[in-house]
């Protein structure tokens, strides 16, 4: 359950996520008493497009981002976390799409696996193939209360069938007890 929830995660937000404009620029956070997560966006050299997600795209990715808002931002466990997203897609992506996601606690690989770009838009009712132009993500997931502690980095890459990139995401975050 909460693997899938970490995988679900990830594949939401890469649906609609590349080509940010940095609204963000990398830092470690602190927050207050009882939240239960913190980001640590220099660890890439990438874009941050929110506190939680960093942006790995170049000009040549076929999906361009609009914006991200996460809410909460960062998200904690045990909450809710709203996902509204916008991007731009350049060319229609359909069958055969996929999904490489690498998920890691600290340095052991918990997950690297390949998921159907169409199998994972149509579990957040896109239906697929995903046509050319503007792109909307409006969904919420459940975070468990039980993700063990520990720091979290999370790869996504986004390809065409003919392994053209589409959208590229990297994240990490830190659990807290």
Known sequence: MMRNNFILFACFLLIVLTNAIPLHNGCVSTYEEGEQ???????????????????????????????????????????????????YLKEQVGEGSY???????????????????????????????????DQQLLTTIDLPKEIPP??????????TPDNRRIACLKAVAIFRP
């Open 150 to 159: 520990g720091k979290y980095i999370v790869d996504a890459l986004v390809y």
């Open 99 to 133: 999904i490489d996601v690498t998920v890691k606690l600290g340095l052991i690989k918990l997950l690297q696996k390949r998921f159907d770009l169409c199998e994972e838009s149509q579990k957040v009712n896109k239906p697929c193939p995903l046509e050319q132009g």
């Open 37 to 87: 997560l913190l980001l640590l966006a220099k660890e890439f050299p990438v874009n941050s497009i929110t506190e939680t997600i960093s942006d790995c795209s170049n000009s040549n990715d076929i999906l361009q981002i609009k914006y991200i808002r996460l809410n909460p931002d960062p998200p904690l466990k045990g909450k809710q976390l709203k996902i509204d997203a916008a991007g």
